[in-house]
C-alpha cells in the first residue's frame, strides 16, 4: 500500500518530516521488542525529567525518546512506519528531524537567511520565500520553544527572520510577523522590533506608489518644457 502522506498511529509523517526513531533509541533497524523495551528503560532513566531538574533540553530529548518507543512498540504504527521510511530513503528523501529545539531552529533560520541574501529579489517568487520561513515556525513549533524559557535566542531567531524578510514585499511580511509574534510573546522590545519593520516596509512600499507617479509627472512636464520651447 502507497501513500501521498503516511499516517503513522498517533503521530503524522509527511515528505518533510519524519524522525529516525531507531536513532533516537540507539538502535539498529533490525532491534527486536525486548531490545527496543531496554533501550527505551535505559534512555528514559537517563533523560527523565525528574533526574535532570526540569531541563528542556532534556526533557526534549525525553518526549523524543517516548515517541519512538510508543510507535515501535505498536505493531500497526511500526508497520506503516517502516514503509514509510523504507519509500523515503527509496527516494533519496531520507533527512531525518532532530528535537525542536531553540538552537536547532536558531541554526535553520540562520541558513534559511544566508540562502534567501542570495536570492535575486527581481526573480524569486515572494510568496515561496515567505512558504518557506513560516515553515521553519509553526505555531507547534513555536509552543515548543517557548517551554524551554531561553527569551535571548528566541530574540535571536526573530531578529534573525525579520533580516530575511528584507527581500519580502509588505503582504508576505505581515505573514511572517504574525508568527513571530506569537514567539515575541509579552516581551515588548521584540513586538515593538516586528512593528518597526512593518512601518518601515509599509512606507518603503508607498513611496514605491508615489515615485511611479513623481516619475510619470516629471517627464509629462519635460515634454511640454520641450514642446513650448520649440514652438
Request: aromatic share 8%; with cysteine; proline share 5%.
Amino acid at each position: 500500500m502507497l501513500f501521498n502522506e503516511y499516517t503513522v498511529w498517533p503521530y503524522k509523517i509527511t515528505k518533510q518530516h519524519m524522525k529516525d526513531y531507531y536513532a533516537i533509541l540507539e538502535l539498529p533497524v533490525t532491534a527486536t521488542l525486548p531490545e527496543i523495551k531496554r533501550a527505551y528503560r535505559k534512555l528514559a532513566l537517563l533523560y527523565h525529567p525528574d533526574k535532570n531538574e526540569a531541563d528542556s533540553y532534556s526533557v526534549a530529548q525525553f518526549n523524543e525518546i517516548k515517541e519512538a518507543y510508543e510507535v515501535l512498540t505498536n505493531p500497526a504504527a511500526k508497520e506503516q512506519y517502516l514503509q514509510a521510511r523504507w519509500l523515503k530513503k527509496a527516494a533519496g528523501a531520507w533527512m531525518p528531524d532532530e528535537p525542536i529545539t531553540p538552537v536547532l531552529i536558531l541554526k535553520q533560520a540562520l541558513e534559511l537567511n544566508k540562502s534567501i541574501s542570495l536570492l535575486d529579489v527581481h526573480r524569486m517568487d515572494a510568496a515561496s520565500v515567505a512558504h518557506r520561513m513560516l515553515q521553519l515556525i509553526p505555531t507547534a513549533t513555536i509552543d515548543k520553544l517557548k517551554t524551554f524559557e531561553e527569551p535571548e535566542v528566541q530574540a535571536t531567531i526573530i531578529t534573525t527572520l525579520l533580516q530575511a524578510c528584507a527581500v519580502l514585499p509588505h503582504a508576505q511580511t505581515m505573514q511572517v510577523a504574525a508568527q513571530l509574534r506569537q514567539l515575541a510573546g509579552e516581551d515588548h522590545e521584540q513586538q515593538l522590533k516586528i512593528d518597526r519593520v512593518l512601518l518601515q516596509k509599509k512606507k518603503q512600499e508607498d513611496w514605491e506608489r508615489k515615485k511611479i507617479w513623481f516619475i510619470i509627472v516629471l517627464v509629462i512636464l519635460i515634454c511640454l518644457m520641450i514642446y513650448w520651447s520649440g514652438r
